[in-house]
């Protein structure tokens, strides 16, 4: 299992690393269907699923390192 952190780019957006090496990008944005909520955006690089939608904060590391852990791509 590879150790997930993020790096902070901007207000709402950050760089997703796995084992301090770029896979991705993790944005913020507001929640349309939820008024005052916020949901967030993992998208791995070369990923042919696309993104995936967190809706609850303390599950973004959980979710991200999911999506590397099982990217079609990762050898």
């Given at each position: 299992m590879c150790h997930v952190t993020f790096?902070?780019?901007a207000e709402d957006e950050a760089r997703i690393l796995a084992d301090?090496?770029?896979?991705g990008d993790l944005y913020r944005h507001r929640d349309i269907l939820e008024d005052g909520a916020v949901l967030f955006i993992v998208h791995l690089e070369d990923d042919p699923r696309g993104f995936v939608r967190?809706?609850?904060?303390?599950r973004v590391r959980e979710v991200a390192a999911e999506r590397i852990r099982t990217?079609?791509?990762r050898s």
């Open positions: 790096e902070r780019v301090n090496e770029y896979v967190v809706h609850e904060r303390h990217h079609p791509f």
